[in-house]
């Protein structure tokens, strides 16, 4: 199982948001890109990044700091928010990233994610975020009443290369994985799954170790770091030692 740090960036900053509301922001750091270094040093083999005002505005809005990011680290790096046309799909990747994550468009825009699957296979992740197992869009803000699990369905056999599953009402909470919910997008897909949202402690990390075999193969976590809930270190050593 993958640990895979994450960076939320609004105005320039690297931030943490309860719930994905913009009003209850924490900022961590003015500096990003000494961000993902640090947690590189501590061993991070990848590095999730979200551009939360391009989530919104649906044009990315941190090309440059996300740019910083690039030049600092060597561990590859996913990058989400903002992403809806192959414009910027071509432009991300050709700037370093490892992969790009799509969200709206996939329900928005059902061919410029296919296109982009089949012009990328394997470098597209499916960001599905969900509030009690149904999807919201455009940075958090809409509720579109499909179901996360029928959604994923759809995208079997596109080329894309893992869905990020999002418990948004858990998501900045520390209050745990949902592992249920988790467990049963990864049980539904033949598409490898990441646990996002309320990684509280080292127990969240073997909770979801117990259902790798059903296709989880990762999982996003960001406040338990930065408020030393969670140390990186600890839950490298579980995932390796295993």
Sequence with gaps: MIIIPAIDLKNGKCVRLLQGDFSRETIYSDHPGEVAKAWQEKGAERIHIVDLD??????PQNVEVIQDIIRRIRVPIQ??????EMKTVKHYLAMGVSRVIVGTSALKDRQFVMEACSAYPGRIILGIDASDGKIKVE???EETGQSAIEVAKSYERSGIDAIIYTDIKRDGMESGVNIEATKKIAESVDIPVIASGGVSD????????KIEHYGVIGVITGKAL???AL????ALDI???S
């Design 79 to 84: 990058v989400g928010g903002g992403i809806r």
């Design 239 to 241: 995932v390796s030692s």
């Design 226 to 228: 930065y408020t030393g």
């Design 54 to 59: 391009g989530s919104r505005s649906g044009v």
């Design 202 to 209: 080292l127990k969240n990390i073997e909770e979801l170790m």
């Design 231 to 234: 140390q990186l270190e600890d």
């Design 139 to 141: 940075g958090w803000t």
